[in-house]
């Protein structure tokens, strides 16, 4: 099993920058692939980014150039540097696992709003 707690979303303007955190409670933490996720309402979850255990990092769609994801293993900690956000960025923010298809309870999330 793993808990996560996400932390670091806000409200910022475009062309800003904020930097997530995902703390995972997990005794897997060094040997999995963590992916940070993208939800606004009505629809589906999706891959932002992800990061496998050899700190090699795979971005999807418009985050690629802008977001940098990384990890610490000693804290059990991924990262999610986020640079010149757009408004299409806005949504809450989930850590998981993101190899094969099952996932872990998701934690809460943390909210990022992008807007002038």
């Known amino acids: 099993q793993a808990q996560f707690v996400e932390s670091g979303g806000g409200l910022v303007q475009p062309g800003g920058s904020l930097r997530l955190s995902c703390v995972a409670s997990?005794?897997?933490?060094?040997?999995?692939?963590w992916g940070w996720y993208r939800q606004v309402p009505g629809k589906e979850r999706e891959l932002v980014a992800k990061?496998?255990?050899?700190?090699?990092?795979t971005y999807l769609g418009s985050a690629q150039g802008r977001f940098t994801i990384s990890r610490d293993n000693a804290k059990n900690t991924v990262y999610l540097q986020m640079n010149n956000l757009q408004p299409d960025d806005t949504g809450v923010y989930f850590c998981?696992?993101?190899?094969?298809?099952?996932?872990?309870?998701w934690g809460q999330g943390t909210q990022v709003t992008v807007s002038s």
């Open positions: 998981n696992t993101a190899r094969g298809d099952s996932r872990y309870p």
């Open positions: 990061i496998n255990h050899n700190s090699a990092p």
């Open positions: 997990t005794s897997v933490f060094n040997i999995a692939t």
